[in-house]
Structures are given as structure tokens and as C-alpha cells.
């Protein structure tokens, strides 16, 4: 599977950024994709996850209430729209796949995600 992420970019504080990640990977059936994001000097952290075949979703604690992750089956590309950013939010962000019907509460798990896309920075101005 590869993932190609896009949408990165700069934006004031208070905006929005919508980032995509394309999948080459077809008929996704138990396959459940990623964001996670890595700011300088800091951990990797995990944004949001969705399962792909009934589109539930999780978040992290950070982002809850402003970012939405969706997918899009036809198109075989996951989404994260991003409202009220923040500077904290500055990040490079990645895409990850996981070939798998995962419980919500082990979306958050890098190690379990097998495939990673080439990261987007985001930078967010105060």
C-alpha cells in the first residue's frame, strides 16, 4: 500500500487546513488509516483514525472538537479537516494504513499501523 499525503501548508492561527491521503490499495474492507503528527523536538503523536468499513472514527485528546477525519471509498483517500488552528498544532503529519478491523480503542497505536505515508508539514502562525 502506498500513501501519498498532501493539503499541508501555512495558516494563521484560527484557520483551517484540510489535508488528504491517497491509498493505492483497493477494496480496503479491514483496513483502518491514520493521522499522526511529529512537531520538532517532540514525540510522534496520534491525531486521528478511522476504520474503513464503517467509518467510525477516533480522536486524540488534543484535537478533539476541531479536526475531522473522513473517508472516502470511491476515491480510496482519507481526510483531516482542521478548524481552529492552533500553533501547537504545527506539525509534520502523517498517513498510515493498517490492514486490519481494529477496536477503537487501539487506533492510536503507531506500531500497528504497517504502512506510512511521506508526511506534510503544517505551520500554524500566531
Known amino acids: 500500500v502506498q500513501l501519498q499525503a498532501s493539503g499541508g501548508g501555512l495558516v494563521q492561527a484560527g484557520g483551517s487546513l484540510s489535508l488528504s491521503c491517497a491509498a493505492s490499495?483497493?477494496?480496503?474492507?479491514?483496513?483502518?488509516m491514520g493521522w499522526f503528527r511529529q512537531a520538532p523536538g517532540k514525540e510522534r503523536e496520534f491525531v486521528a483514525g478511522?476504520?474503513?468499513?464503517?467509518?467510525?472514527?477516533r480522536y486524540g485528546d488534543s484535537v478533539k472538537g476541531r479536526f475531522t477525519i473522513s473517508r472516502d471509498n470511491a476515491k480510496n483517500t482519507v481526510y483531516l479537516q482542521m478548524n481552529s488552528l492552533k500553533p501547537e498544532d504545527t506539525a509534520v503529519y502523517y498517513c498510515?494504513?493498517?490492514?486490519?478491523?481494529?477496536?477503537?480503542?487501539?487506533?492510536?497505536?503507531?506500531?500497528?499501523?504497517?504502512?506510512w505515508g511521506q508526511g506534510t508539514l503544517v505551520t500554524v502562525s500566531s
Open positions: 498510515a494504513a493498517r490492514l486490519d478491523y481494529p477496536a477503537l480503542s487501539s487506533l492510536g497505536n503507531a506500531m500497528d499501523y504497517r504502512y
Open positions: 490499495r483497493r477494496n480496503f474492507g479491514n483496513t483502518a
Open positions: 478511522i476504520r474503513w468499513r464503517d467509518a467510525v472514527a
